[in-house]
């Protein structure tokens, strides 16, 4: 049995990284790992969004079948994950730091939980984590807040994955009896875009400004409801610290590789690395932020595989999801399968020389009501080969079809072109999703609920992650959009 341990960061877009083509990021880490592995070209999120992302993957679901459309939706206990088959197979699933688990039910079929979280319950934030972070209690989520501090210097977002990282290590410098499925979850390179002070001003006048792509074309469904902000020196500042946080996350990537590497020299054992992340990020292009589109640099993310039995030096071209992720852990491990996965496993274009490009897959988006406006929406893309397809709900006549091969930038509709591809994808959203009116009713139910779900203080301290006192009293990050901050 071969142990696994999995490095899941939060909000790293594919294009970020070296071995994806981008000459200025330093991604080392990543780069050595994608040649001594295999690499999906064309991973997708199933779902723009922090927890309907993870609970997607965790079950193998698409997330409106597996019943999570909203960062503050709990998934159902008695929905199986990977942990769970991993765990009747004998592995000791054990979890490090961030999974953004909603609700009373912090495991979900982990054994055990080494560093704790860093994401309050239905994020209420409750006074005692406010109080542990002092100056710092700074997660914004969205809108405006995510811009109200960017610059150089620290943050909680990196203190924690030091911690994650740290406590990932001392596990992996024991021995285990039973074989491993260790989990790493780190909260880089999410917003507050605040990375250390060197690496900040190290691309402070290095990164581009996109500003071809404030004029690309927006969907009439996004209009009002991501946040815009096309100032030159906004864009500048978050993309240094966005390329900052990347690399560091990849020095923190790359400490826990080697020592899973020499855990495994050690032991004897045979073993296989992944790294993956939930969504991305948009970091100015087109003037937005964080994630929420099925733009490109949302939605696309990156997937790595490295280890006994899979082929080095690979790059799969065809579409993969980050709902497969459960699907080829199981049958790498000899785990029973996922029960009801959409996903499937990739086990066999991993360790043979393989690739699917007839293959679709489905993202969603929405499938909530926004609690400004109180209007209900609703996404979905298909990516299949180089064509990707977006609807929204009640746009019908608004779609978009991109050719990402002869249009990366995806500023050009060519659905009018194309009439049997849109068919295809539309085809393939509507028998892999469920319906619409099913999401509906659902959104309404949690609504109903929300009010006094979010009032309630759930965390188990034992379980959070509790910052140090020297992390505390940090001087505040440089801030660069004065009308944003707090």
């Known amino acids: 049995m071969k142990d696994i341990l999995v490095f899941l960061s939060d909000q790293h877009s594919y294009a970020q990284q070296g071995y994806a083509g981008d000459k200025l990021v330093r991604t080392p880490n990543l780069d050595r790992i994608a040649a001594e592995g295999t690499a999906m070209e064309n991973n997708y999120t199933a779902y723009p969004l922090c927890v309907p992302a993870r609970m997607a993957m965790l079950t193998g679901q698409q997330a409106s079948n597996c019943g999570v459309m909203s960062n503050f939706a709990a998934l159902d206990s008695n929905r199986a994950t990977f942990a769970h088959c991993l765990n009747i197979a004998g592995y000791e699933t054990v979890l490090c730091g961030r999974m953004h688990f909603v609700g009373g039910d912090q495991r ?37 807040s995510c811009l109200s501090a960017i610059g150089g210097g620290n943050s909680p977002t990196l203190e924690f994955d030091r911690y994650v990282v740290d406590h990932a290590l001392e596990y992996l410098a024991e021995d285990h009896e039973k074989p491993q499925l260790l989990f790493v979850g780190t909260y880089g390179p ?44 906004v864009v500048r500042a978050v993309r240094a610290a966005y390329y900052g946080m990347v690399e560091f996350e990849d020095q923190q990537i790359g400490k826990v590789y080697d020592a899973f590497q020499a855990y495994l020299k050690r032991t004897g054992h045979e073993g296989v ?82 690739d699917d490009s007839s293959r679709i897959v489905v993202s969603e988006l929405g499938g909530e ?28 006549g608004q779609d978009v079809l991109y050719d990402l091969e002869a249009d990366p930038a995806e500023e050009r509709n060519v659905i009018s ?36 779900l979010t009032k309630c203080d759930l965390d188990v301290p034992e379980e959070r992650w509790h910052a140090p ?3 505390r009293h940090l001087p505040d990050p440089m801030v660069k959009s004065k009308r944003y901050a707090h």
């Open 417 to 452: 072109e194309h009439p049997d591809v849109a068919a295809r994808l539309r085809n393939a959203m509507e028998e892999t999703c469920e319906s619409v009116d099913q999401i509906y009713r659902n959104a309404e139910l949690l609504r109903e609920n929300l009010p006094v």
């Open 190 to 233: 999410h917003h507050p875009y605040v990375a250390p002070k060197e690496l900040y001003e190290y691309y402070r006048d290095k990164v581009n400004v996109p500003e071809e792509s404030f004029d690309y074309p927006e969907h009439p469904a996004l209009k009002g409801r991501i946040l815009r902000d096309t100032d030159p020196e």
């Open 469 to 471: 006192e020297s992390a």
């Open 108 to 144: 979900h079929g982990f054994s055990s939980r080494i560093a704790g979280e860093m994401t309050p319950v239905y994020a209420n934030r409750p006074k005692a984590i406010a109080q542990e972070r002092g100056a710092h209690d700074r997660t914004p989520q969205g809108g405006p």
């Open 369 to 396: 009501f926004s609690f400004i406006s109180g209007t209900f929406s609703y996404g979905q893309m298909a990516k299949q080969g180089k064509y990707k397809l977006i609807h929204f709900d009640g746009f019908d």
């Open 273 to 354: 690395f992944v790294y993956v992340s939930d969504h991305g990020d948009h970091i100015g292009t087109r003037g937005y932020y964080g994630k929420s589109t099925f733009y490109e640099q949302s939605a696309h993310t990156p997937m790595i595989f490295a280890g006994d039995g899979v082929a080095c030096g690979r790059r799969i071209k065809g579409a993969t999801s980050l709902i497969d992720l459960g699907p080829t852990l199981c049958e790498l491990a000899g785990a029973p399968p996922m029960p009801a996965a959409d996903g499937i496993s990739l086990w066999g274009q991993l360790s043979k020389d393989a």
